[in-house]
T-cell receptor, first 113, second 111 residues
């Protein structure tokens, strides 16, 4: 069946360093991928998305990389700040346009001052 | 401001009681979704609705029910048939082809 997973449950980085959060997915037919940030006790916030016809997309301080060959997705955060501390989820948009997302288990990013 | 409003934020329930979680959006989105989140876990889809008066089961629909009588509203009822209802419940909505927006969540605890 479909599944989305993240490689590490927790990532600890120094303030100012770059962060890389990884995610693996299993459905090779997936054509839409999204990264969300969730702060404690709040709903997830959209960070960035990418479609399968791209392998890289950049936003403000964030970059998403998609490697369809190995079914791997990563989120890079440049110059990590204390406000970036949160749980990060990758999600896969399944085939069709129902808007259903399959979420990974999340990586907790801890930023050390 | 446009957004998704979930209420209540915290809810306590005795075993055997049904409870209803409210979700209202003023984003004019056609589709709405309910997800469940357990500690340390990702989100799992309970129910979704793409248009008014229509909804489909997600991956974990057993013990839950929904209605979609208005475009703006998608309430979720957690019934007594749900064996382990304590969780964080998230409502979301999206326009056709757009990104998914989430509410702030409702935390249900069964006593």
């Amino acid at each position: 069946g479909e599944s989305v997973g993240l490689h590490l449950p927790t990532l600890s980085v120094q303030e100012g360093d770059n962060s890389i959060i990884n995610c693996a997915y299993s459905n090779s037919a997936s054509d839409y991928f999204i990264w969300y940030k969730q702060e404690s006790g709040k709903g997830p916030q959209f960070i960035i998305d990418i479609r399968s016809n791209m392998d890289k997309r950049q936003g403000q301080r964030v970059t998403v990389l998609l490697n369809k060959t190995v079914k791997h997705l990563s989120l890079q955060i440049a110059a990590t700040q204390p406000g970036d501390s949160a749980v990060y989820f990758c999600a896969e948009g399944g085939s069709g346009n129902t808007g259903k997302l399959i979420f990974g288990q999340g990586t907790t990013l801890q930023v050390k001052p | 401001d446009g957004g998704i409003t979930q209420s209540p934020k915290y809810l306590f329930r005795k075993e055997g009681q049904n409870v209803t979680l409210s979700c209202e959006q003023n984003l004019n989105h056609d589709a709405m979704y309910w997800y469940r989140q357990d500690p340390g876990q990702g989100l799992r889809l309970i129910y979704y609705s793409q248009i008014v008066n229509d909804f489909q089961k997600g991956d974990i629909a057993e013990g839950y029910s929904v209605s979609r009588e208005k475009k703006e509203s998608f309430p979720l009822t957690v019934t007594s048939a749900q064996k382990n209802p304590t969780a964080f419940y998230l409502c979301a909505s999206r326009s056709y082809g757009g990104e998914l927006f989430f509410g702030e969540g409702s935390r249900l605890t069964v006593l």
